[in-house]
C-alpha cells in the first residue's frame, strides 16, 4: 500500500537519491518503512525455510487423523495410493456427525462408519 501512495505522489521507480525533489520530501518516512518491512519480510521468509527443513527432517509422522476430522480425505492410508483410494470408500451419512451423545468413546462419527447400534 504504501508502495502505491508513492506513486501516486509522483516519486519514480528508479532514482538514486528521492530527496532530491521537493515534492518527494513529505514521503521520505514511507521509504524508510518499506525498507524496514522488506528487511523483516526477508527475515520471515528465512525463519520459514527453516521450519520446512526441520519439518522435513523430522522422523516422527503426524497421526492418521489429528483433528478428528469426519470427512472421507482422513481416511485415506499413508503414502496415498494411485486414485486416492485402494477400495472407494461407502459413505453412510453426511460430514457434519459431531457431538452425539449414542457414541461413548468419541464424540464424532466418520463418513465411512456405520452407525452403532
Known amino acids: 500500500f ?6 501516486y505522489a ?3 521507480r528508479r532514482i538514486y537519491n528521492p530527496n532530491e525533489y521537493s515534492f ?3 514521503l521520505a518516512g514511507l521509504n524508510e ?9 526477508g527475515v520471515f521468509q528465512v525463519v520459514f525455510l527453516i521450519n520446512i527443513v526441520w519439518s522435513m527432517s523430522k ?3 503426524s497421526p492418521q487423523n489429528p483433528w478428528k476430522a469426519t470427512t472421507l480425505e482422513w481416511t485415506m492410508d499413508y503414502p ?19 457431538s452425539r451423545p449414542d457414541l461413548k468413546e468419541r464424540d464424532w462419527l466418520a463418513q465411512n462408519e456405520i452407525y452403532p447400534v
Open 2 to 7: 504504501n508502495m502505491m501512495v508513492l506513486g
Open 10 to 12: 509522483g516519486h519514480h
Open 24 to 26: 518527494l520530501e513529505p
Open 33 to 41: 518503512w518499506i525498507s524496514i518491512f522488506s528487511f523483516l519480510l
Open 59 to 61: 522422523k516422527e509422522r
Open 80 to 98: 496415498i495410493p494411485h486414485g486416492n483410494f485402494e477400495k472407494i470408500p461407502i459413505v453412510y451419512h453426511g460430514p457434519h456427525e459431531y
